[in-house]
């Protein structure tokens, strides 16, 4: 389940917010204050932190920075804490939420830290789906390490924490790490931890995620983007069932069931030279492939009405049915972006929709259907050509802005999938997103994620 951390009294606002995210499954942290938030982030961790305006949120975010502690940080307040706000926000905090809360964007936040809560297990009725669920109650009991492989919004991380819930270890806790998300800097401190003076800006020790995990699982996400330097450290950890903090002058045993997810090909990594082959066979003991949307059609409208479900609750609306044409419209469609796709698309419609059910014009997709694509052009060297044409005259730069951030329009804001379509990695992708970003173009938001608001003063 996801943490959150809620810093501030619990018997206003906030503890509504507090409600709203233990309703959806997430296990709750709480601080009366900065001083003490940082304490338990340094020996818990959590996905998110809610800070109430009236507390100093930017020292909370600065401290964070100084100890390399990677956790979003939320600032929460009345609208008209505006003034306020808009320090936070200058200050480094992630986002604003504005109180009273509303579920449907505490949600988001959860989504957009990575750690979106799951408390239902895999919906499956697909055999294709259905058989490797069977491989996964095998796989549960044991203490095996476990690759879980398949292409970007496919449910790897449901999945994990499906194995998680079934297995042994359940009552402990789940950890996930995305170890695209991070620089190297951060991910080794992250995983690792740190012990006092460590670094500038260690001013006490800090538990590393192995350690938050003990007893437990821990979810290692995209972890073909890892570093190989730090891949020689996770291998280290797999055989020694020890870790090191940074500054540490002993190790520490640690009792963790390590899951990996990628949806990258890790043989043809190893063959590149990019992904150690050692520690791809300590990973591999045992691996599950995650079937992409397309080959698994019988799910499509059992996951469409699941989320039809959630997302009328979560937004207080009345649960409707998909009419016929909606239907056929999901079940034509390509699905590009996998489970992920269906669910935004999902959410969108049960917010447009109107009426007492929810039509085909409310289910906004990606790309055309497959029964409705056009078929190939009879002239192919003509468009070609035309494209050609049309950058000459054009920048280098601009023509990759354009290239960049079209993709990544069309992957739905996923990060992970355009790197993959422009063959790049994704701590390219990020740092030419910063850069348009501080240039004042949009960008597109992660799947989930609330657009950052913007307040008036």
Not at 184 to 209: C, I, N, P, Y
Not at 321 to 331: G, W
Request: hydrophobic share 45%; net charge neutral.
């Amino acid at each position: 389940m996801a943490r959150l951390l809620i810093i501030g009294s619990l018997e206003g606002e906030l503890g509504a917010a507090a409600r709203v995210a233990i309703a959806r499954g997430a296990k709750l942290g709480h601080a009366e204050g900065v001083a003490a938030g940082l304490v338990r982030l340094r020996a818990e961790g959590a996905d998110l932190v809610l800070v109430d305006l009236r507390h100093d949120v930017v020292w909370l975010v600065q401290a964070l920075a100084a100890e390399r502690i990677a956790c979003p940080v939320v600032a929460c307040g009345r609208a008209e804490d505006a003034d306020a706000a808009v320090r936070a926000i200058e200050g480094g905090a992630r986002d604003f939420l504005p109180l009273p809360p509303d579920a449907d964007l505490i949600i988001a936040m959860l989504e957009a830290a990575g750690a979106a809560p799951q408390a239902e297990g895999p919906v499956a009725r697909d055999p294709a789906m259905l058989a490797m669920l069977a491989r996964a109650a095998q796989l549960a009991r044991a203490e095996a390490s476990v690759l879980l492989t398949g292409e970007s919004g496919t449910g790897k991380e449901v999945m994990a924490r499906h194995l998680h819930a079934s297995s042994r270890r359940g009552r402990g806790p789940f950890v996930a790490l995305n170890c695209a998300a991070l620089p190297e800097s951060l991910l080794e401190s992250e995983l690792f931890g740190h012990e006092k003076g460590a670094f500038s800006g260690a001013v006490a020790a800090r538990k590393g995620k192995f350690e938050q995990a003990e007893g437990g699982t821990l979810l290692l996400d995209e972890i073909g983007e890892m570093d190989p330097r730090l891949q020689a450290k996770i291998l280290r950890v797999i055989q020694e069932r020890e870790v090191d903090r940074l500054g540490g002058s002993a190790p520490l045993k640690v009792d963790v069931r390590l899951l990996a997810a990628t949806h990258r090909d890790l043989r043809a990594e190893v063959a590149a030279g990019r992904f150690r082959e050692d520690l791809y066979f300590r990973l591999n003991v045992v691996a599950l492939h995650i079937p992409a949307l397309r080959e698994r059609p019988a799910d499509i409208l059992p996951l469409a009405e699941h989320f039809c479900t959630r997302y009328a609750q979560v937004n207080g609306l009345p649960i409707r049915p998909l009419a016929p044409a909606a239907r056929h419209r999901l079940l034509a469609h390509a699905w590009p972006g996998n489970v992920r796709e269906l669910e935004n698309a999902i959410h969108r419609a049960v917010l447009l929709a109107e009426g007492p059910e929810i039509g085909p014009e409310a289910i906004e997709l990606s790309r055309p259907a497959l029964a409705s694509a056009t078929p190939a052009s009879t002239e192919p060297a003509a468009q070609p050509l035309r494209r050609v044409t049309g950058l000459v005259g054009r920048k280098v730069e601009e023509v990759e802005r354009e290239l960049i951030l079209e993709t990544l329009s069309h992957c739905l804001g996923n990060r992970t999938r355009a790197a993959e379509i422009l063959g790049i990695s994704i701590r390219t992708l990020r740092n030419k997103l910063g850069e348009y970003r501080t240039a004042g173009l949009a960008v597109t938001p992660a799947p989930g994620q609330a657009v950052p608001m913007h307040i008036a003063v």
